[in-house]
């Protein structure tokens, strides 16, 4: 394993406020149609929901899954898209047991900018938690230093997902 992988160090408080920030009026919509200006970060998608991994991870393993349709709050979810994004869910938390064997996880949305969200487009949050996280080494503003790129996380999921029909 080379040193990169294991201290990639993400600095969510540059992109919160705006400095790394690509100019995309929403990066969730970019993502699903894979604008030039962000990284292909989507693991798996349908016609209705997606999942992708988080570029600021807070762990090995953090995905984000959202439905393809601008919205911003659950109440908003079609029928379609509700059972969809559970389903999504479900064949998320499978996957990742089997790539990672994490002890357990931490699920949500966050809405609204009191909750800490950065971005309107909803998306559900998948943190896979370890038993001994390096909580310790948290430096400040949200950065810390995590134990695999992004890149490798996707690489090794899509791997996971190959199996699921879009
Ligand atoms: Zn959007």
């Known amino acids: 394993m080379t040193f990169r992988k294991q201290l990639f160090i993400p600095n969510k408080r540059a992109y919160i406020t705006g400095l790394n920030r690509p100019s995309v009026e929403c990066i969730i919509c970019a993502i699903i149609n894979e604008e030039p200006e962000v990284a292909n970060l989507t693991i798996w998608k349908n016609s209705t929901v997606a999942a992708c991994v988080n570029l ?3 762990n090995a393993g953090h995905l984000l899954l ?9 109440r908003e979810l079609n029928d379609e898209e509700s059972l969809q994004m559970h ?3 479900c064949h998320s938390l499978k996957r990742l047991d089997s790539v990672y064997r994490p002890e357990g996880y931490n699920i949500g949305y966050n809405i609204g900018e009191a909750s800490g969200a950065s971005i309107e487009h909803l998306h559900q949050h998948i943190v896979p938690r370890y038993p001994r996280e390096l909580g310790f080494v948290d ?4 950065a810390k230093i995590i134990i695999e790129d992004p890149n490798v996380t996707l690489a090794l999921l899509r791997e996971a997902f190959s199996d699921l029909k879009s």
């Open 139 to 142: 430096i400040t503003a949200g």
């Open 87 to 89: 389903s999504l869910l």
């Open 56 to 58: 600021y991870p807070y």
């Open 66 to 74: 959202f439905p393809l349709r601008h919205i911003k709050d659950p």
